[in-house]
């Protein structure tokens, strides 16, 4: 899955960023994930993992300015966008969704 780049926005709530990405290995081991973090004292960077850029946004800037930074920072075809309190299931299938985004010529 190296032309889907997954974005996550968080402010606020490591703990709910942490499931997520341990999720996200779980079923996606080389995927990239990209965090902006727009915490008051900003966590994203000290939660190192292999495949994860963060990126440090002011603080509570916004959930439309933090997703921009992420878009504009993804070098891959396709970008799926999530919040911090999602986790990843054996349900979860991201070669689905790409698939039909091909399929349908998105």
């Known amino acids: ?6 974005l996550v926005k968080t ?31 900003p966590y994203a960077r000290r939660l190192r993992r292999k495949h ?3 990126i440090t946004l002011e603080p509570n800037v916004g959930l439309s300015a933090g997703r921009n ?3 504009k920072a993804a070098r891959t075809k396709y970008v799926v966008i ?5 986790v990843f299931l054996a349900a979860t299938k991201l070669e689905v969704l790409r698939a039909t985004l091909e399929a349908n010529e998105a």
């Open 11 to 41: 402010f606020e709530r490591s703990d709910c960023l942490r499931r997520l990405l341990n999720s996200i290995r779980k079923f996606y081991s080389d995927v990239p994930v990209i965090v902006a973090d727009a915490s008051w004292v």
């Open 1 to 6: 899955m190296k032309d889907v780049t997954l």
């Open 69 to 71: 930074a992420m878009v």
């Open 52 to 54: 994860v850029r963060s």
């Open 82 to 86: 999530l919040d911090d309190d999602f």
